[in-house]
């Protein structure tokens, strides 16, 4: 574990101090002790003036400037914290910029909440949008003290027009007890699909699809809820506090769930739209808590519901619910128990179960655009379903549609063009409204459409044709999109096809080639340089070889 310098110790002790325990605060470098812990996190993160010079521009700036409040765009939780089953300190912050994610980080730290020492620190680097979910490192992590405190900060910057944001939120606990993993079960939800590496949830119209763990039904087009089955029991090993004669708690039971699902090239957070206390129940003669939010098909059932988003995708997507269960011991009057997704292979804490990640399938051509069936005929994107086969423009070639997704697209704003609609018209008269990230087929491959340029060559029905102008369109309507390769096309061996298909007579990319072209063109530094300022260069080289560097050491791809 790295070690603080006296002026980190000081500027983070000060901190501690002046926020409220598991408050989420903005921190501005216009404030002295804030730009002293800014300073101090940037340190440990490893973000100097050389690597980030960009970054330590706008922040003196910033510091001749007015402090501003808090900014609700900016998510950060402390999701894990604790000693792990060998003892170790350990702590798991995610971080969210909910309005995009240019070039953004998150850190955890944990310290002696006595003495201030500390005990296990990690960080994360992001760019292009997502969670950012830190977690400290194992290896170097030290033994952990009866008692903590855990410090998550992010830095984010939305767009390259946006000044960057910082803040942190703190939480001191006991941690005194046994090194063992509470006894818990989750029954919900689960993987059932054979080789399935994502908890797959599915809307379909009208079928269910082959493939996935948990499906329900919605027949019509209206946005869905987010549902998540969720079941599961946990021993919490010492007599519980406040269980009434029918099961449920009197008092001191807390909970806490949201998820964190992809919408264009940023996240958003969806907190549950329902009361969830009373799913959960408790036996105090055998100590173990019992909750159930059961999977039924109907859309909305008893499940977990979180607040529908027009603009969610079928992408992998972060879940997290917290128990504060009430016991009988005077000194710690609760256990805490988390349930959440897996973000870094570190380890958890004993108090910390983790499940796979959960991938909706319910984004993006405008409603009304014509997509060719494998027929010839055409219907529109809206009305198409997982009963349909689609022409790919390759030929004569046909993909089956697994899954579609729809919802409201308003125009993006300065600095972000891919997340912005945007009309396409061609020379032969062809016209299409896509949102900016749409992949477009052209002769050199597929092109994100706020990258298309009046005299581009892309493939069509019949052949080729020449962009005449693409440009940026005012737009509030509802948005569609396919994921193409279904069973069928995976028993011929497609599994891998780059799926595409013909709307309004342009051959255009699904949402798998859209996902993996944004990561792409975010993720490389020879299509980001002339796209982002000058003196931002450096700064988005220096996190792209920390994001190859943390890959390479866990063996994921963020």
């Not at 002293?36 to 690597?51: M, Q, W």
């Not at 944004?518 to 020879?526: C, F, G, Q």
Request: aromatic residues 6%; contains cysteine; proline residues 7%.
């Amino acid at each position: 574990m790295t070690s603080l310098s006296a002026s980190q110790q000081q500027a983070i002790s000060a901190a501690i101090k002046h926020g409220k325990d598991g408050a989420k605060r903005a921190l501005h470098p216009a404030n002295p002790a804030d730009a002293a812990v800014i300073a101090a996190f940037l340190e440990l993160s490893g973000k100097t003036k050389k690597t980030h010079p960009g970054l330590y521009a706008d922040i003196g700036k910033l510091a001749g400037g007015k402090p501003d409040g808090d900014n609700p765009s900016q998510v950060i939780e402390i999701v894990d914290a604790g000693r792990d089953v060998h003892g170790r300190a350990t702590a798991r912050v995610w971080h969210l910029d909910q309005q995009g994610g240019f070039m953004s980080s998150s850190l955890a730290l944990v310290l002696c909440a006595k003495s201030g020492k500390p005990l296990a620190l990690g960080y994360a680097n992001r760019v292009g949008g997502g969670l950012a979910p830190a977690a400290t490192r194992s290896a170097s992590a030290q033994p952990a003290t009866d008692a903590i405190t855990t410090v998550g900060f992010y830095h984010s910057q939305a767009t390259p027009d946006a000044a960057p944001q910082f803040g942190m939120v703190t939480r001191t606990q006991n941690v005194a007890g046994p090194m063992t993993a509470l006894p818990n079960t989750i029954d919900a939800p689960v993987i059932s699909v054979p080789n399935g590496t994502e908890i797959k949830i599915a809307l379909a119209r009208p079928s269910r699809p082959a493939d996935v763990d948990y499906y329900y039904n919605q027949p019509n087009n209206e946005t869905p809820p987010l549902l998540v089955p969720f079941a599961g029991t946990v021993n919490v090993q010492q007599p519980l506090a406040n269980v009434g004669s029918n099961g449920q708690f009197t008092a001191g039971l807390s909970l806490s769930t949201s998820l964190w699902s992809k919408a264009g090239n940023s996240y958003s957070q969806h907190d549950s739209s329902q009361s969830i206390t009373s799913q959960v129940t408790a036996n105090a003669a055998t100590n173990v808590v019992t909750w159930i939010y059961p999977y039924d098909t109907n859309n909305p059932g008893p499940s977990l519901k979180y607040a529908p988003l027009a603009a969610s995708r079928d992408t992998t997507t972060a879940f997290f619910f917290a128990f504060t269960i009430p016991v009988t011991d005077p000194i710690n009057p609760s256990v805490l128990f988390n349930v959440c997704s897996y973000s870094w292979p570190e380890m958890p804490s004993v108090n910390c179960q983790q499940i796979p990640n959960l991938q909706f399938w319910w984004h993006c051509l405008a409603a009304g655009t014509k997509v060719t069936l494998a027929d010839g005929s055409s219907r529109a994107i809206e009305d198409v379903d997982s009963t349909t086969r689609v022409r790919t423009g390759n030929g004569a070639g046909t993909l089956g549609v697994e899954a579609t997704t729809r919802g409201q697209h308003q125009a993006g704003g300065p600095g972000n063009p891919a997340a912005g609609v945007y009309r396409l018209a061609t020379k032969k008269g062809r016209t299409l409204v896509l949102t900016g990230g749409h992949p477009v087929a052209t002769e050199g491959g597929l092109v994100r459409a706020c990258d298309l340029a009046a005299g581009a060559v892309v493939r069509t029905d019949d052949g080729t044709d020449e962009v005449a102008e693409c440009k940026p369109a005012a737009s509030d309507g509802m948005f569609c999109n396919l994921k193409l390769v279904d069973e069928t096309d995976r028993a011929r061996g497609l599994a891998g096809a780059v799926g595409t298909f013909i709307a309004n007579g342009i051959v255009v990319g699904d949402f798998l080639s859209m996902e993996q072209l944004h990561y792409n063109t975010t993720h490389s530094l020879d299509y980001m340089r002339p796209r982002i300022p000058e003196r931002y260069h450096t700064d988005y080289a220096s996190t792209l070889m920390a994001i190859v560097r943390d890959n390479a050491s866990y063996g994921v791809n963020y």
